[in-house]
């Protein structure tokens, strides 16, 4: 193994570290209540009322190509009542967190990494720091807590809005039986695939919220400092979002199916 | 009060700081001039602990700062105030609300009361009934007069200026000296700033410290370093530059 190879090991567990000390701190300050209300809603409303419009429009069309190309492979074989149960239990249990995820992680996760990156590069952060706050208190935890709290509705959001789109689609072009497919829907779409759509909504919201702060928090000096931070917040939210699904999948089935 | 012990710093390579000791009496005006990116602002930052030593040690009233962690020194800042170079206002709150950012934390005071110590810093830095502007809408002197009401609305007994007349005119550098001469009179703080423009710093200092070459170079009152024959501190003070000197 060459030296850049090893340093960059080294460089990436070191950032684990301190993304690791981060949530410690996040945690430690969620639960010693210095939260400000004002600054909670203000975030829950930019995180998640602005996020609406990207969540909508993701959750609709994605729900509708999955009817549609469902319903043309099902078509041949007869069972085109099954193609909404189809795009439920997808959307449930996958399509929507991970969709949901990746554009929040888009919207959000960059904006969170340039507004603290920006933060910290015009010493804003170090204002903070001699006034007495926390950084991890002031700008963190509200970002974080709401990002926790508007993903798993988004997600929902989203979910519901898939399926509602694709319902719309089956029925009014192309042409399936209306109370046949809702039966199905319904008969195969278990409470558990909600659950765990629910549940990874929850867990990609930390996710997001923790990376980009991070990355906004310990970003390089100036502009090219700012942007490398958006990108990678944007990146790395990405890339742990589809690797810890692939992860959540497996444990929640065992877990959730257990119970 | 204050007392920098061996301190050492260095970023990669780069050695800024390479023991450095003074100590400064409560009530005190010291300034710390030296050489554009000679380490004074490293220096200003690792009295309130913004910056941790590779060595060495700050004490504030003979508690030792320099290696507590986050938590610990919120107690330890309460005592400090401070002006950055740019200012470092929040651009996404107002005036006012900049201005009683500090009191607002303390979640001691009720909305009139802050509103009113708001009113009476912004008067005393010769800002009134600018409550609700933003910072992007404020030149370089008025973000610096607005930084330094912050600094001084909770009422602090070290006060902290990073280069305070940098960039400004000279009339408006004139009208920050004047300020922190009367927030130093007023309500007896200490006062420590970092520059390297010779006139504030001879109409603000009490006592100077010349940081050269990561060391206290000189110590001494503003009529003694105008008289110094060091060539170094005569060379700096006069604006005089050595041919063969090219890096600090």
């Not at chain 2, 001494?220 to 890096?247: M, Q, Y």
Request: glycine share 8%; net charge positive; charged share 20%.
């Amino acid at each position: 193994m060459n030296g850049f190879a090893l340093r960059w090991i080294a460089n990436w567990l070191q950032g684990l570290g301190q993304l690791s000390l981060l949530a410690k701190e996040v945690a430690g300050s969620i639960f010693s209540r210095k939260l400000s209300g004002r600054d909670l809603v203000y975030q829950l409303y930019f995180i998640g009322v602005k996020s609406q419009s990207v969540v909508v429009i993701t959750g609709a069309f994605t729900g509708m190509v999955m009817a549609a190309q469902t319903f043309f492979q099902f078509h041949r074989v007869r069972i085109d009542t099954a193609t909404l149960a189809v795009v439920s239990v997808s959307m449930a249990s996958e399509l929507g967190p991970v969709l949901t995820g990746l554009m929040v992680a888009g919207r959000v996760g960059a904006s969170l990494a340039a507004e603290l990156g920006t933060m910290r590069v015009t010493e804003q952060i170090d204002a903070l720091r001699t006034l007495a706050s926390h950084p991890v208190d002031y700008l963190v935890v509200p970002r974080f807590l709401a990002t926790i709290i508007a993903l798993p509705l988004l997600t929902v959001e989203s979910i519901a809005l898939g399926i509602a789109a694709a319902y719309a689609l089956c029925v009014n072009f192309l042409g399936i039986d209306a109370a046949y497919t809702w039966h199905n829907m319904v008969k195969y779409t278990d409470v558990q695939s909600v659950e765990m759509g629910i549940i990874k909504g929850f867990i990609f919201g930390a996710m997001i919220a923790l990376i980009s702060c991070y990355k906004g928090m310990t970003c390089g000096e100036g502009a090219e400092g700012v942007g490398r931070a958006t990108t990678d917040a944007v990146v790395f939210s990405s890339i742990t979002i589809l690797i810890s699904n692939f992860f959540l999948t497996l444990v929640l089935n065992r877990v959730l199916w257990a119970i | 009060m204050i007392e920098v012990r061996d301190l050492y710093k260095s970023f990669g390579a780069q050695q800024v700081l390479k023991g450095v000791n003074f100590h400064i009496e409560k009530g005190e005006a010291v300034v710390i001039i030296g050489r554009s990116g000679g380490g004074k602002s490293i220096l200003l930052k690792h009295l309130i602990a913004l910056l941790q030593p590779d060595a060495g040690a700050v004490l504030i009233d003979g508690e030792d700062i320099s290696h507590k962690n986050e938590r610990q020194l919120l107690q330890v800042r309460q005592k400090f105030g401070m002006l950055f170079q740019g200012a470092a206002l929040f651009d996404s709150m107002t005036v006012a609300e900049n201005v009683g950012f500090p009191l607002r934390r303390e979640r001691k005071w009720t909305v009139q009361q802050i509103s009113e110590k708001v009113t009476e810093a912004l008067a005393m830095v010769e800002l009134p009934g600018i409550e609700n502007r933003k910072p992007s809408e404020l030149s370089g002197g008025m973000r610096k007069r607005v930084g330094l009401a912050r600094a001084i609305v909770y009422r602090p007994e070290i006060i902290l200026y990073d280069e305070p007349t940098t960039g400004l005119d000279p009339v408006v550098a004139d009208s920050i000296d004047r300020l922190i001469i009367s927030i130093r009179e007023r309500f007896k703080v200490t006062s420590i700033a970092v520059t390297h423009d010779m006139r504030s710093a001879g109409r603000i200092a009490q006592r100077i410290l010349m940081l050269y070459q990561g060391k206290i170079h000189f110590t001494g009152t503003p009529e003694e370093i105008f008289k110094c024959a060091d060539p170094v501190v005569h060379r700096f003070v006069n604006g005089i530059s050595d041919s063969r000197e090219h890096t600090f």
